[in-house]
């Protein structure tokens, strides 16, 4: 039977930072990933050139709920850390708008650099293997492993026996490279407590109502300001698509959005629609309102808000209540959202394994000792921005330091 220090289940982000980190140790690890090759998320990142951490990283661009939980890993592997490594490996980069830091040439990048650090130390990825037991042992955890095809067909089994199991599996965002839930099913066996999970930085979808009005807008983006019931709030661009609103302020908010609430858009951030309607009235009364809005929205969208709720007349003609709702409809759009297009689009997996169970310092279990979890599968999502890579990269360093 194979014997291994450490094994970890998933070769992530975080699972291929915690191997590198704890095989420079002088530990045997042994990472399993069932997909068939390592860093699919990675890989797809950012547009295919990874935003892969943030100038900016604060524990306020992550929620959690015990947001206390993720200081301690960001501050013993921070973004300069990483961007340290990401130099030593002479990768170029560059920085995007807000401190998110993006390779200049591909995500592919990062990943070999990752695997290029497992590949100096004692530490082994294999491809295709899944885990379908795991017995706790009095020390250290007996595995069942099966290899399968890509067809999903089991070609072998094997049992392997190891002192300490990490858990970096990651949430259910995206199936099709590989995500699973399967690692809140494995807390849950050894008694953690999950927290309800939810797809985010995801696209909202259309309600009934709005459907038919909106959809025929996709394609067209501008700069809003959102903002959440909680009252966080966001400026960066909105996109319309075919099945609802998307874009970066979108994403973020969605973090913060629970089903059945509204959000509240401003269409118009720069412009207090109100005062410059009054003002317009004042110095122009012959002109059309539609022009007047024609000034700060993309023309198909003035088009389709005059279609369903306002008439075009000269801003002369337009008492003070007319004035207000227009300013309304601009300033403070309520949306309520359908729904947001779930796991297929998914960025993040909201919620996950309660760290309160979890070191803060090592996030080993405090529960089942030599188990650890690591990366997104636990209560700790970041905003959009490279965020979610510092967290995985932080927590799967600071497990590999301890593990
Ligand atoms: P993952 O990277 O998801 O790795 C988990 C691994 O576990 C996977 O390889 C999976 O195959 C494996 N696995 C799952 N279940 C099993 C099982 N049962 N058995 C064996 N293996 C299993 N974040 C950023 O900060 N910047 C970005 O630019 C960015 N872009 C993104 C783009 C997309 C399209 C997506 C989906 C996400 C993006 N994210 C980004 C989020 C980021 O990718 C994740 O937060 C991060 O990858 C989480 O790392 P992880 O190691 O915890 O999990």
Known sequence: MRSKDIVIIGA??????????????GKSVLVIDHANKPGKKILMSGGGRCNFTNLYVEPDCFLSSNPHFCKSALKGYDQWAFIAQVDQYQIPWHEKEEGQLFCDNSSK???????????????????????????KQTIGFKLGL????????????EVIQCQSLVIAT???????????????????????????????????????????????????SLPITVTAKSGKQFTNQLLFTHRGISGPAILQVSNYWQPGESVKINLCPSVDVLVELKRHQQTDGKIQLKTVLNQWLPKRLTDKLMERYFTNKKLAELNSNEMSLIANQLNHWHFIPGGTEGYRTAEVTLGGVDTNDISSKTMESKLVAGLYFIGEVLDVTGHLGGFNFQWAWASGYAAGKYV
Not at 148 to 156: E, F, G
């Open 109 to 135: 990048d990062i990943l070999d650099m990752l695997l290029a650090d497992i590949t100096k130390v004692n530490a082994t990825v294999e491809v295709l293997t899944q885990l379908k037991s795991v017995e």
């Open 170 to 220: 990651g949430g259910p965002s995206i199936p099709t490279l590989g995500a699973t839930g399967f690692g809140f099913q494995l807390a849950e066996q050894f008694g953690h407590k999950v927290h309800t999970y939810r797809a985010s930085l995801v696209p909202f979808t259309w309600n009934n109502e709005d459907k038919p009005w909106f959809s025929e807008l996709s394609g067209i």
């Open 146 to 157: 099966e290899k399968i095809d890509k067809k999903k067909n089991v070609i072998s089994t």
């Open 12 to 25: 992530g982000a975080a699972g291929l930072i915690c191997a590198a980190q704890a095989g420079a140790r």
